[in-house]
DNA sequence: GTTCCTGCAAAAGATTTGCAGTGAC
DNA sequence: GTCACTGCAAATCTTTTGCAGGAAC
């Protein structure tokens, strides 16, 4: 099991989910191009609210229907996933197949999701995809617990 | 991999939840039995609005927010699993971590679930609980996909 | 110039909360 | 009789939609 580090670092996600959003017939509007950048950062999913903020916060403002509206083009195109963990709230994330892929962990008490990845695990989903007679495009794993920090208290 | 037989039966899990609500200081309501029978009865995760519907067509009317209000207590005292599987919508089902304990797989396309088992995951999720820093309460695998119906369209 | 993108405001859902009446103990 | 449970209605929050102006091509 391999805890991912959570720094920032771009992969060329962006320009891959751009290239793909052109041929798809997308305009490319500048919200779009500076989500598209926002989430090739982070090492980890954002719900709709976050985004926001972090866009704000680089004095990026991006109104609310556009973050959505950009998620839907996003995921129908298969370059998104969507990471539901709690609350209601629904996260997103760049869709790494290869590198990058990874599975979640959340506290249940603070709310907080870090990733993480397993080749074992990995193997196991393959194995049971292979066996389905769905067509599988995606999977996720979610293990809930309390954090070192909220186990303490 | 084990597809789960969707027929109803009972496990005698709405008797256990009654015990563990009695002894955390709760009483019996009417409404509360009522939905602890009716969840144990599934086969598979029903939303709030499902479980409004099923005890409306038994002819037992029961709020919304009771249903809510339930559901918060039970996950409070770990009987009850959040399913978040796409759209913005919560399933609730009873958790159980023997027999019965199974995952989901979601067709993105009409939005339908189903259970099914693998032991082989189930060792590899055993195996990445044990070695993390996490005090692991719960996991959760969901495998999107397109069902039969929904890819031959 | 046409068509798409964006923001704003309103709408639609899902979930939560306040309150008063009813029921369990 | 007390305190918890329930239903109703209102409030809150997230996500979606309609529309008008601006931007990409």
Redesign the interface.
Known sequence: ?QRVASTSRRTGWAEEAALALTSAGYRRGGARRAILELLDEQSCALSAVEIQQALTSRNREVSRASIYRVMEELEEIGLLA?V???R?V?RYEPSRHGPGHHHH?V??HCGRISP?T?E??E???R???D??????????????????TC?AS
């Open positions: 099991m969507r539901e963990v709690g209601g629904v962990l506290c249940d993480f397993d074992g695990l193997r196991a989903i194995r049971v995809s066996a389905l007679p769905l067509q599988v495009s995606e999977h996720e794993v979610v293990i809930h617990g309390s954090c070192e186990a």
